[in-house]
């Protein structure tokens, strides 16, 4: 298994993937996206790839497998286990960031209305799981 320096956004909604890729852009991380709008799609497009993105976004709230039932399904695959993911979603419930971080993910982002204040979150987690 390799992983690439690809960043892996896992989103039902086009206009969140769209401003996700925009702070990628903004962050010099723009070249390297790719994009499911589902959690069935996700774990295919996972388990068919031979190269593992560096990273994975993932929102929480999708129609048909939800984004806990995508971290479960990842962090129980031995292959994908070891690939940081990131919660990045509009719920500002408690219980879902921690039953984000129980469930293993490496991080919790809130879905910023501001681009400037999304752009720097995304930053701020992409250097400390990338380059610690």
């Known amino acids: 298994m390799t992983i690439t320096e690809k960043i892996l956004i896992i989103d039902d909604n086009a206009d969140d993937i769209e401003i996700t890729k925009i702070a990628l852009e903004e962050i010099g991380r723009q070249e390297k996206v790719v994009a499911v709008t589902g959690g069935e799609e996700a774990l295919k497009h996972l388990r068919g790839e031979k190269n593992l993105p560096a990273l994975i ?73 990338l380059f610690p």
């Open 57 to 129: 976004l993932l929102d929480l709230k999708m129609p048909g497998m939800s984004g806990f039932d995508v971290l479960r399904e990842i962090r129980t695959d031995a292959r994908l286990k070891p690939v940081p993911v990131v919660v990045v979603t509009s719920s500002t419930l408690d219980s879902d960031k921690q039953n984000a971080h129980a469930g293993g993910a490496n991080g919790f982002l809130y879905k910023e209305v501001d681009i400037d204040r999304f752009s720097a979150a995304l930053k701020t987690s992409i250097a400390a799981l």
